[in-house]
Structures are given as structure tokens and as C-alpha cells.
């Protein structure tokens, strides 16, 4: 049975990190962590507004990110980049923003039929509802990649743009709104870019969209998904319920915030204790796990696509690097951890403490975790055996980033503190030879 990639993501916000002679320290820093992917948002030319979602040249660079002084053309800036990465053992996705392109982009004008038009002559712009209130993006226009009256020219245009980026050496694209895009369009363009780029992945969001939506787009044969875990509660059943509908069809990516979210510290009012507690969660819950530069520093700052700078660079008292670095070690020493494994949530007699029992369908692994839902007050677990909950009856070895315990007695008591988790691995016997 194919192994699973590991895939444990840094995300570097560019308008954050700055120019790309400056990305350097980030690289080092999310190697030292232990991620082995780095995502970058759009790096391209953006229009008037200055959204990086806003591409109004895909073959041109963001002047912001660009260092006029090196002597290196901006391109070999990228490149350099690249192989940076490539050094320390990571590879590099990015977003590729296909639906909709920068409404004073000259492409209207040069392929006006390759865009959606309104009755009234004017080009259709992209929205979305929010609480009920229709939001348009009035710097945006709309590909028509449906309807177009030229769609094979607007196919070898986003065709193109995906060997650009390839040949700049990037291994993975996380499709802006792909369920917003025709499947049959992605086949194509996941078929064609594996046969001339096979090492590449694609990732759709499809953040807001339905289950059943999530699951059509990524049978379109996307590599991974991103999933909602972020806003789980853990208590309500349809996290479960979305990821046993798609895991099947897509391995999926869990965050616990994205440039899309406010920043977690914020929410939390600084509580550390619950950003580790939803670090770990997003980590060991789907096979992919991505978090943004600067969570690990507890940066309350939210990422913004047009205004953020280097100069929003935080000076905090929080350093959960440590925490981090035992994570991301868990994720990539057990399989268990890098694949959408058989998943369910067991029943404990103290409400505010989360069982989540998993066994490896590619090799005999088997995990429980077992979480403070509560951030801040310790809660009691106990039970007569801890195997009872796994299927395998072999003892259970404690691997948790904190406070790993060295002896599991039986009956098992243990008072955990805000927010901690508990992470025991076995191993089930082989299953016999027919």
C-alpha cells in the first residue's frame, strides 16, 4: 500500500516575510521546527488594490517583494529562494488563483471572452455571502471557465501559469476556490501538469462550501484537501461526520488559524495553553497540518492581503517553538499521524475531556489522544485500562510533546492541565496470511 507524504506546512506570508533576499530566516526557522513544506501566497503582480489575490500580471513579481539593490534579476531572486528551501529539506507550494484575475488586468482587454460579463455590458466581479449580506470584490473579475467562447485558450493561459511557477521550482499549488471552478477543468490541468511536473501536488480550498461539494471537487484528483477543524468545538458531530465523507477521496489539511482567520492568540487573549491545545489537535487530527508564520511567537496581528508589512514583525513573550519542534517530531516519526486514518470519538465520564481513538489503514499503528478541552482549569481522566480503548491489548507508549509519562499504571488517574494532551501509540499484530 502507497505510504503517505509527510506533511507538516509552514505558511509564509510574503508581504510579511518581505523580499525575497530577507525569506532566508524564515526557511531556517520553519526547518529548525520541523515543517518539510512551505506555502507562500501569490507572489505575482497584483492590481490597483494591491490584494496578492488581485493578479493582474501572472509573470511578474510584487514590486513589495523584490529587492531592486542585489543586482539579481527578480526572478533569479525566486530561484535562489527555492533552493534555499530545497537545502534545508523543504519543498515549496504556493497559491495559484485561477477563478478570478485583477479587474484592470489587461487580459479584459486582450481575451475579453474569457471572462463573465453582466447584462449590463460590465464585467461580473466575484462575491460571497456573510451572515446574510452579499460581499462583492469589486477589484476582481471573473474567468468564465464554464462558458467561455474560447475555452481552450483560457485553458493553455492557466495551463501556462502552472509551468511558470513549476519551472521556478514549485512542487504544490493550493487552489484558490477550486470547488468554485469546473471539475472537469482541474482533471485536465492536475492530468497534464503531473505528466510533465509528476512530483507536483495539488491542494483545493474549499473552505465554506459544502461536504458534498468538498468531496465532488476533490475526486477531481486533488492530492489533499483543506478541512475546517479550526472552528470545531469538540463536542458537535460534524467534523467527524465531514471528514469520514471525504477521507476516502482526499487527504486533508488541518490549521488552527490561516491568513483568511483572525489570529488565535487574539481570540484566545493570549491564553498559551490553548494554542498549544489546538496546535497539537490540528496537527494529529488530518493527515496535513499548515500553520502560519508567526503563530509560534503568538503574534496577534491578522494577516492582511493589502496592508500587512515586515514592519507588523511582533515582539512578543510568547515562544512556543519548543512545543512546536515536539509536535511536528510526533507528526513525522508516526505514519498513523500523516494519513486519514480510520477515526473515532470515544466516551469519557468527564464531559471537558476529548478521546480520539485512530488506527493506521498502511501499517499497524494505533493512537489515542486524549485532550483538556478545557484551557483553563485542570480536568480529571481516569479509567481501570487504558487498552481498553485500543483494539490492540499491547502496552501503550506516552510520546506527548510535554510531560510524556515513562510508566502507564493500571487503573490510570491523571489530572491534566489546561489545555494538555496526551498522545499514546501502539502497535497492533499483524493480521494473518490467507
Known sequence: MKQPHKMIIYNLFPLLAGKFTAWDQH????????????????????????????????????????????????????????????????????????????VDSGLIREHPEWFQWEKNGRISHPFAKENGRKVVWGDLAKFDHRHSKDPEGLYR????????????????????????LPRKLWERLIRETKAKFPDTLFFAETLGCSSDQTRKTAGAGFDYIFNSSKWWDFRGAWLLEQYNLTRETSPSVSFPESHD????????????????QRYLFASLFSAGSMMPVGYEFGFRKKLHVVKTRPEDWEETDIDLTSFIRQVNDIKSRYTIFQEEAPTEILQDGNPNILLIWKASTTTQEEALLILNKDIHHHQNFSTERLCDFMQSKAPCTDVSPEYPLEYLPEPFTYDLRPGQGIVLVNTRDAAPED
Open 157 to 180: 493561459f492557466c495551463f501556462t501559469i502552472i509551468e511558470f511557477l513549476a519551472e521556478l521550482g514549485f512542487h504544490g499549488f493550493r487552489c484558490d476556490a477550486a470547488y468554485q
Open 27 to 102: 526557511l531556517e526557522r520553519a526547518a529548525d521546527l520541523g515543517f518539510n513544506w512551505i506555502f507562500v501566497n501569490p507572489v505575482q503582480y497584483p492590481g490597483f488594490s494591491g490584494s496578492l489575490y488581485s493578479t493582474k500580471d501572472y509573470f511578474r513579481f510584487n514590486d513589495l517583494l523584490i529587492d531592486r539593490d542585489c543586482g539579481i534579476q527578480p526572478e533569479e531572486q525566486l530561484r535562489e529562494v527555492v533552493r534555499k528551501a530545497e537545502k534545508l529539506g523543504l519543498r515549496m507550494m504556493i497559491d495559484l488563483v485561477i477563478n478570478h484575475c485583477a
Open 261 to 276: 482567520t483572525e489570529r488565535l492568540c487574539t481570540e484566545l487573549d493570549g491564553n498559551v495553553s490553548g494554542l498549544k
